[in-house]
Structure formats: structure tokens, C-alpha cells
């Protein structure tokens, strides 16, 4: 099984951080998230904060853009102190929010916090941004490259990609991807992109409980911004339902809304087409680490979520 984020100890991390921000670092503490990248928390003299490594810089970028343009808005987004290159390593350096991952939390808890999470999720759909600002993935300059969400859909698996993905579809002669499922459901998510609308909001993309941090009372901070976008809010509902059905979190938000005289008109064809969205992007990562177990388990969710349609 292949990784791809860096090799890095918390011993080797406080030689790096050392360089970075001087010798007085202290409290060096890995913490598990993400594929792609290595994260420590540490203390300096100004107080606590969080570093990811990583062998890219584009995301970081983008991440500071979410961070510099909508924090203040309602969302608790992290503080991005500084972004920078050492060595064939790129690095992002953020405050430290209090809190831990609600994943980390107990069923109860996560049940007694999930109005609040509703109430941040509520929020994150109603930051204002430019009408200009294109759909898709945003570029470090706050733009986004397509015109229309349907063919940022699209782009996401066309054979042509840069990066990560480039040649991805060498999977299909050389590893684990079959191309059969992964065309059937792919040409189901196409079908039901035209329920999208044509509105716009900020969407994180990665919308889960490991992204997200609460004291046990209220969420105190949305962590890792890194492949956020401008397009359907629903894909963040779709996200946090795929991997934690049992909160049933979209139905929840189309009830709290419409408690409150707001739809969401094709609700259940763009979550389906969510669903598939990400299920797909699951099949190909995971083919790519060749991950066969993961792969099955991303599998055997796409069929369920076909079988709902």
C-alpha cells in the first residue's frame, strides 16, 4: 500500500520547525488527518499552533485565501500565520483553535452538538461571495476556472489532469480501477448535475468530522480548507453524510430549513449526485494507493448510494 505524504517523525518535524521559527519550540505532537499531508501541533512563545507539511504548495495557498477573505463571517476558520518552502517540502502554519476533532467525540456528544453544527453549516452557506468568481476548485487568486458547475463535475475525471491525478487513468490497465463501475456511476453523477443550481456559495469540500473541532458545546473551529470551492453547498452535506450516515445531517438541514421557509429544491438528486461525486473520487485515490480494502468499502457505499435513486 502505497502513502504520499512525507516521511516525518515529531522528532524530525521539531528539526524543521526549528529552522522555521527558532529554537524555542516545544510540545511537538503528530495528529492523524488527511492523506497527503503531515500535521503537528506545537507551542512557541506566542502560544499553540498547528504545521502541515506537505509536497505541494498550491493548496496552502488556497487555504490562506479562505482564511484571509472569510474569517469573520460566521465560520470559525483558523488563523493561517504563515505559508512557506523548505527543502522539496512546503509547509502551512496555523493558529491552534481549542477543541478536538469531533470524531473524536462520543455518539452522545456528537448528537448534542449537531444543532451547532447546523448552525455552521447554515452559516458557511450564507457568505457572500463575487458573482464572478467562477466554479470549481479556487485558484490562490480567489477566482475559480469554470463557468458552470457541471463542467467542473466533469473536469475533476477527465483524462487530462495536472498534479496528483495526472495519468490517473493508467488505473484502469495497471491496478485496481475497474472501468465498468467507475463509468456507470460516473455517467449517473453527470445525469443529475443538472439539478445544481446556477447560485454559487463557498463549499470546504472536505466537510467531515475530522475536519471539524468542538470543546463539547459548540464547533470552535472548520480545519483545512485546502480543496475548498465555489459551487453547490450540497456536495459539503453530501460529504458529512458519507461518512456519518448515522446523523442523517442533510435531512436534518433540509428540516431546519424548511422550519424556516427555506427549500432546497432537488434535494435528493443532488445529494445522490454528491454521493457518486465523491464515491468516484474514493475509487480513484484509493486505486491509486492501492488500498484494496478501502476500495471495496468505497465499492460497496457506491452501490448502496446508487440503489437509492
Known amino acids: 500500500m502505497k502513502t504520499f505524504k512525507p516521511e516525518m517523525s515529531a522528532e524530525s518535524a521539531l528539526h524543521y520547525l526549528q529552522q522555521i521559527a527558532g529554537e524555542d519550540i516545544t510540545g511537538v505532537t503528530p495528529i492523524e488527518m488527511g492523506e497527503l499531508s503531515r500535521v503537528f501541533s506545537f507551542r512557541d512563545e506566542r502560544g499553540e499552533h498547528v504545521i502541515h507539511f506537505k509536497n505541494s504548495r498550491e ?15 460566521g465560520v470559525p476558520i483558523p488563523r493561517l500565520e504563515a505559508v ?19 470524531s473524536l467525540l462520543s ?35 480567489g477566482k475559480a476556472p469554470f463557468d458552470d458547475w457541471t463542467a467542473f463535475l466533469e473536469s475533476a475525471f477527465a483524462e487530462r489532469q495536472q498534479g496528483f491525478f495526472e495519468n490517473w487513468r493508467a488505473l484502469f490497465d ?20 443538472r439539478f445544481a443550481p446556477a447560485e454559487r456559495y463557498l463549499v470546504h469540500g472536505d466537510f467531515h468530522f475530522g475536519n471539524m473541532l ?5 464547533i470552535t473551529g472548520i480545519v483545512d480548507w485546502e480543496i475548498a470551492m465555489y459551487g453547490d453547498f450540497m456536495l459539503d452535506a453530501a460529504v458529512l453524510h458519507m461518512w456519518a450516515p448515522q446523523l442523517q445531517f442533510p435531512y436534518r438541514v433540509r428540516e431546519r430549513w424548511a422550519a424556516e421557509g427555506r427549500a ?5 438528486e443532488r445529494l445522490l449526485c454528491y454521493l457518486l461525486f465523491k464515491g468516484l473520487d474514493g475509487l480513484r485515490f484509493y486505486a491509486k494507493k492501492e488500498d484494496r480494502a478501502a476500495y471495496d468499502f468505497m465499492k460497496n457505499k457506491l452501490s448502496s448510494f446508487a440503489a437509492l435513486s
Do not use: N
Not at 174 to 193: C, H, N, P, Q, T
Open 59 to 73: 493548496s496552502f495557498d488556497r487555504a490562506g485565501f479562505i482564511a484571509e477573505h472569510y474569517s469573520g463571517c
Open 264 to 268: 432546497i429544491p432537488y434535494f435528493e
Open 107 to 141: 455518539p452522545q456528544e456528537i448528537r448534542e452538538i449537531a444543532p451547532r453544527l447546523i448552525d455552521t453549516f447554515t452559516a458557511l452557506c450564507g457568505i457572500p461571495i463575487d458573482s464572478a468568481a467562477g466554479c470549481g476548485w479556487i485558484a490562490p487568486s
Open 214 to 218: 468542538s470543546d463539547g458545546r459548540t
Open 174 to 193: 495497471g491496478g485496481i480501477l475497474e472501468k465498468d463501475v467507475f463509468d456507470a456511476y460516473y455517467g449517473r453523477m453527470v445525469e443529475l448535475s
Open 84 to 102: 512557506g518552502e523548505l527543502g522539496d517540502m512546503y509547509y502551512a502554519i496555523s493558529e491552534k483553535v481549542p477543541g478536538k476533532p469531533v
